[in-house]
């Protein structure tokens, strides 16, 4: 240690017979090392967190298309917190979310545990389900919307069968229209949760199966008490990941209502894109979008505290 | 070899005399609705008539998808031989490059603005005094579009004016028709501002649109817009509008809906679908109780060609831009497309009623309004179709609160 020290810190005489300072610890360890990382590191810094700090920044000018506006203080955030769309935007996507977070998990569960009964023609099964999430959001809105139409769909033709009462306009309709976007959203997102959720399964030990049977333990009680609670790790993943596709939910929502009827199925994202592009209010969509950033941190932070904090001793 | 020089003369003659008549020019623009490319052949047809060649490109994606396509071929190096493309900050931009060619010598030789209906109209085209395109038409979503069919199934006459038309919405739905047909989205955006400039006047369109005059939205007047629009939201079910305005036009057209404010470019659906006004549909500019409507247009660019092009491709572009403003191109791409020509001394015979009707608007001294666009902020225009949207979403929405947000949103319009 001391040798590397000494060859590190011939530059730098004066300091020859301390132990290695902090500069030598961050700049001259692990060269090689460091240097093959400095790109990698170079991105982070410079597009993740620069730009992010350059939308934040921006978003306290009245930057209108260009971003050149002059500062004006929390003007934007105001105005974002007092307009109503922002307002529906939140909601639903608080709603949406919920639902949408609860449905993909335990059907994805469900379905995997099914999966998980040594079935025939599983890997048919699979594909079946795991197909929907091989189609982008705009296929899957769009497909939905043709079902969903009242005039074109599901409606018309059930009452062109005869059963003349048939409603199913959610769609169309303000307060259900959301309920309508979880269908296409459940059905879009459920099978990568099975996918995940049957690798979580797969990777438990057939030993455990066993040890449970042998205790006479009920298949139902050995998955919920003993199985899922081992595949923590897996569940977690899924989690993040179905959560954060939910935060920046767009396409979805833009091929399926575009926002319609009215406002009532307007989204954050939607905000962010419709005022920096179709209105050219940069400084508007920038303080929307920081906004989301905080909401995304706000999930992110307890749970990061919880995986990557102090571990406790085992 | 006496022979041989003699033909390759004939030849070399033959070449020149052809290629200093005609040339191949490409035009790309976005018109592919049935519609808009049944009017686009148009002026192909009448620019292949001058002996050179139309080479037809249109893409797909319209104003926002086309529109970053044009521009950046421009910028690339591969510019066309003329482009639709859309007037603004962009265009600006090209402009400023030097990358557009100039027209301001053609426009004064061929006394442009003495015959255009609205000199106005060049206003979107003029950088630093020059003009840099051609305005094509003049578009407006001021037409009230109205089914005869469907009045004949209630036995009542066409009404005349927008007040009719809204006396006889009972009637209508009593029969089974669609009072008024919708399409889905975008199709509303355009309808209050109809209302505001009609129903309210072209005053109080101006005091709220260009002095952004919070006061004249809490006017009496602006109360009756308020609650036309209240009347246009509570007789249309959500269950029955259609996806796309070419749907409306259909049920116009079959006399299952009544009526419908649109873009006058539905009129191109109605023509793919060889209807007649005064037959089978009829139009109300400026729902019949005004005559002044707001209008703006699609306009056409001509883009300054890299050194070394041929002299008979210069001339083709000044051809064809000459073209696109004379009276027959005029007629023949309007009545496809839908839209006003723009200019009046066209001859009449060929035009059909709602053309007609237009001209007589476009004739009148003052009759052209600015459009909305050009008079609010994109921002603006945004906060105000939100608000519009919600408003005709939700039924329990009142007018007071409407006309309370319209008026905070003028209040800090720019």
Redesign the interface.
Known sequence: MTDIGRSGAVSRPVEADKPPGLLYNIFVRNITAKIAASPMVAIVLIVFIGCTLWSVWFSFTDS??LPNGDFVGWAQYERLFS???WK?SATNLLTYGIFSLVFTMVVGFLLAVLMDQKLRFEDGFRTIFLYPFALSGIVTGLVWQWIM????GLQSTIRGLGWTSFTF?WI???DMVLYALLIAGTWHGTGFVMVLMLAGLRSIDGEIWKAARVDGIPTWRTYLQIVLPMMRGVIVTTLVIVGSGIVRTYDLVVALT???????SEVPAKYVI??MF????LG?ALAASTVMLLAVFVILIPWMIIEFGPKKAH | MKKFTVVAAMAAAMMSSTAAMAAELEVTHWWTSGGESAAVAEFARLFNETGNTWVDSALAGSGTGANPVIISRILGGDPMGATQMNTG?DAEGLIQAGLIRDLTPLAEEEGWKDFYADPGLFDACTYDGKIYCVPVNIHSWHWLWLSTGAYEKIGQPVPKDWNEYVASWPALREAGVVPFGLA??WALNGIPGVLLADVGGPDLYMKINKDHDAEAVRSPEFRKVAEAWAALRDVVD??????QFGDVANQLLAGEAAGNIHGDWIQGEFAVAGATPGVEYDCLPGLGLTDRIEGGGDAFYFPVLPEGTAQDVLDAQTTLAKLLVSKEAQVAFNLKKGSMPIRTDIDLSTANDCMKKAITILESPEGLLPSGETLN???T???LD??N??????KSYSVDDYIE?YAAIIESAD
């Open positions: 209108r298309s307009a109503r769309r529906i139409n009242p005039t074109l306009d169309t309709n303000t575009n926002g319609g009827p009215g406002l009532s419709n005022y179709t209105a050219g209010n508007q | 900050r889905a989205g959500p269950a029955e509008v259609v996806p902020s994109s921002d225009q945004q906060q939100d608000l949207q919600e408003f005709f979403a939700d947000e």
